[in-house]
């Protein structure tokens, strides 16, 4: 009995000693320790989404290219903790996709974006706050704050300034096209009135093509209306008033980024973008045809004044008119006042760079935009290098002296009152002016963009 109490205690000891030895305990070397990213839960992978998403619409709100947008985003959300995303950006959607591998499921989130009137200031903010996501200076929590705040604010100064930034960049563009300071004066008041009145058909959600027929048709309209009272003699030129009415009208159109996602292969997004543009410049034209057609009612006649050759002599009034009109186009958009010497400069660059081409060779109008617009892309490419928070008022302000506001008149007065034939072929001098300036600037930035970022836009 005895002996057998003893085994019994004995057992009773072993399997307490190997119950202990089973069970385990810390680990002796760190390397035995879990390593790896955690997987991140559904609630912070849609913070980063959502921040993300944000971003790329106020991106695109100003005409951004969809790989520039794409690839913003996707950096973002990798500097954020989420390496592996996809996106995909239609004409008014974004739609982004987070895969967590076998892990999880993913995740996937899209918004319509809600285009508004574009702001450069808040751009500049959205471009800053992404820039110090990426340099590890703000976590994810304050840039959400801080994206939301910067959307949600009012522009940087009133409204009125804004409609006198438009009508000063008719002045300009009227005085660039050779007008005389009568012409000036009435482009800034008429371009000033369309602007007022197309806020208030706006609010009431008035279609966008039916604010451009309305808008051609005022500028027109007011033309022949100063016209048949004496206030503007015909050797004035007063169609030059209708021609800076017009560029001030297609100065808001996405030409650079239509033609760049078509160059980057995103087709879709181009193919919306180029029906947004021709319907609307339909609307220009259905404007200026039927207020000619009314000048014709009253024995009113508004020929197309002929293009102001470039010629040492009016160089330095002409390069000063497309600097101002850049600048003031900066003023319309909402531009940082800061920003508004960069715009003056980058406009009397482009303008000088194509009334230096075609002083010097035989280039027509078509190429000599082109070259113009590739300074122009260079300048925008090279804003990438830094905080890239100039680079949309380089885009945008640079190509204003460049768009063809008096070929398409001229196309559109061929139409209305001379023959369709020649009215086409102008029109088409017009489209490929249009064309040739967004492929300059695409061009431009290409090259002069940062190879890291040239590589990623390739790759997506």
């Known amino acids: 009995m005895r002996q057998g109490r003893i085994v019994r205690r004995v057992r009773v000891i072993v399997e307490r000693e190997a ?46 290219p969809v790989g520039e947008t794409s690839t913003t985003m996707m950096r973002l959300a990798a500097a954020c903790g989420l390496p592996t995303v996809d996106v995909d950006i239609t004409f008014n959607s974004i739609t982004m996709c987070f895969h967590r591998g076998n892990a999880a499921a993913p995740v996937t989130t899209m918004r319509l974006a809600n285009y508004r009137a574009t702001d450069l200031t808040r751009i500049a903010l959205i471009t800053g706050i992404v ?47 050779g007008g005389s300071a009568v012409i000036a004066l009435t482009a800034f008041v008429v ?53 800076a009415g017009l560029t001030a009208l297609l100065s808001g159109l996405t030409v650079v980024g239509t033609v760049q996602d078509a160059i980057s292969g995103f087709y879709v997004t181009a193919a919306g973008r180029a029906a947004e543009i021709a319907l609307l410049s339909a609307g220009l034209l259905a404007g200026v045809i039927l207020g000619l057609k009314i000048g014709l009612v009253f024995d009113l006649d508004l020929n197309p004044a002929e293009p102001l050759s470039a010629d040492m002599a009016g160089f330095g009034l002409a390069t000063g008119a ?10 319309a958009t909402y ?31 078509v190429a000599a935009s082109g070259v113009a617009a590739v ?8 804003s990438r290098r830094g905080s890239g928070r ?15 506001g008096l070929t398409a008149y001229r196309g559109f007065y061929q139409l209305a009152i001379q023959d369709v034939v020649g009215g086409l072929v102008t029109l088409i001098l017009a489209v490929a002016i249009g064309l040739a300036v967004a492929a300059g600037v695409a061009c431009g930035d290409l090259i002069a963009r940062p190879a890291a970022t040239r590589r990623s836009v390739k790759r997506h």
């Open 375 to 382: 300074v122009v892309g260079l300048a925008t490419g090279l």
């Open 131 to 177: 820039d110090q996501v990426m340099r590890s200076r703000m976590t994810v929590p304050a840039a959400v704050a801080a994206v939301s705040e910067a959307v949600n604010a009012r522009h940087p100064y009133p409204r009125w300034v804004a409609s006198a930034g438009l009508a000063g960049l008719a002045a300009a563009v009227a005085v660039l096209l």
């Open 19 to 64: 119950q202990v030895l089973l069970r385990g305990g810390e680990p002796t070397a760190e390397l035995l320790r879990h390593i790896g990213p955690d997987v991140p839960t559904d609630a912070q992978v849609l913070e980063v989404l959502d921040l993300c998403i944000q971003v790329g619409e106020v991106l695109l709100s100003t005409g951004e």
């Open 322 to 331: 497309a600097a101002m009109s850049a600048a003031m186009f900066a003023l």
């Open 390 to 404: 100039l680079t949309p008022v380089i885009l945008l302000s640079g190509i204003i002296p460049l768009l063809p």
């Open 191 to 243: 371009t000033a009135l369309i602007d007022r009145l197309a806020f208030v058909l706006r609010r009431r959600d008035v279609a966008p093509f039916f604010l451009q027929v309305i808008g051609a048709l005022m500028a027109t309209a007011a033309t022949l209306g100063l016209l048949a009272a004496g206030a503007l003699p015909t050797d004035t030129q007063p169609s030059l008033v209708i021609a």
């Open 335 to 365: 531009a940082p006042l800061r920003s508004l010497p960069a715009a003056f400069v980058i406009g009397g660059t482009a303008w000088a760079s194509y009334a230096a081409v075609t002083m010097v060779t035989d280039f027509g109008s």
